[in-house]
């Protein structure tokens, strides 16, 4: 089956770093993506990680580990505009080429 | 960026009756889109997948009798959501893979609210 878990929400502070933990159990993997998707919008593309280590892009970093089946988003220098959910997905592939996604990560940023 | 849009952005319709969403990719051919749907405050669930010329394929659980997909070209899928039910209240998604950018470009419209009354 396949099971993806992230924290349901989280707080912070404006001006910080704050580090999403995803966790996941999938019957195939060819990739992990993280999202953000402000409430009744559709998600936006933040990251995607196939290979083990560090990707970094501005603000955002997401890090990947395979044998441990785990992933994180790392934001820095919080925005108040941050304030939002944080979606985890997984691409199984195989011929399944929709994403698996996690519940989501709620982030508030705090003044 | 690639853009998708979905139409319409929200719908009230009555119970029994049945809506269309169109979802488009707008500057790009897409050969493959899929249709998720979020409950409040839970994650987004593919539904199913819906390639261009063919039939799609549905996830475990997902009714396709109720659920109608039709990807009659390369840049526009429809589902339509028949004999709707107050339970089948939700945000629709759609997304799109360009086939020229790889599997990591994958593009999402900006969803269709519906509610049953």
């Known amino acids: 089956g396949q099971n993806i878990d992230q924290p349901t929400e989280m707080t912070a502070t404006e001006g910080a770093i704050v580090q999403i933990n995803c966790t996941y159990q999938?019957?195939?993997?060819?990739?992990l993506f993280w999202y953000q998707q402000h409430a009744g919008e559709a998600p936006t593309f933040l990251s995607y990680?196939?290979?083990?280590g560090l990707e970094e892009k501005g603000r955002f970093s997401s890090f990947l580990s395979r044998s441990k089946g785990y992933s994180y988003l790392l934001l820095k220098e919080l925005q108040m505009k941050d304030s939002a959910s944080y979606l985890c997905a997984v691409y199984s592939g195989g011929g399944a080429d929709g994403l698996t996604f996690g519940k989501g990560t709620h982030l508030i940023i705090q003044p | 960026g690639a853009v998708v849009s979905q139409h319409p952005s929200w719908v009230i319709c009555k119970s029994g009756t049945s809506v269309k969403i169109e979802c488009r990719s707008l500057d790009f051919q897409a050969t493959t889109m899929f249709w998720y749907r979020q409950f409040p405050k839970q994650s987004l669930m593919l539904m199913a997948t819906?390639?261009?010329?063919?039939?799609?394929?549905?996830e475990q659980g997902v009714e396709k009798d109720k659920f109608l997909i039709n990807h009659a070209s390369l840049t526009l899928s429809t589902l339509t959501v028949t004999s709707a039910h107050p339970e089948d209240s939700s945000f629709y998604i759609c997304s799109a893979r360009d086939p020229n950018r790889g599997i990591h470009e994958q593009y999402f419209g900006p969803g269709t609210r519906l509610t049953v009354t």
């Open positions: 990680n196939v290979l083990d």
């Open positions: 999938t019957s195939g993997f060819n990739g």
């Open positions: 819906s390639n261009e010329g063919s039939k799609a394929t549905y």
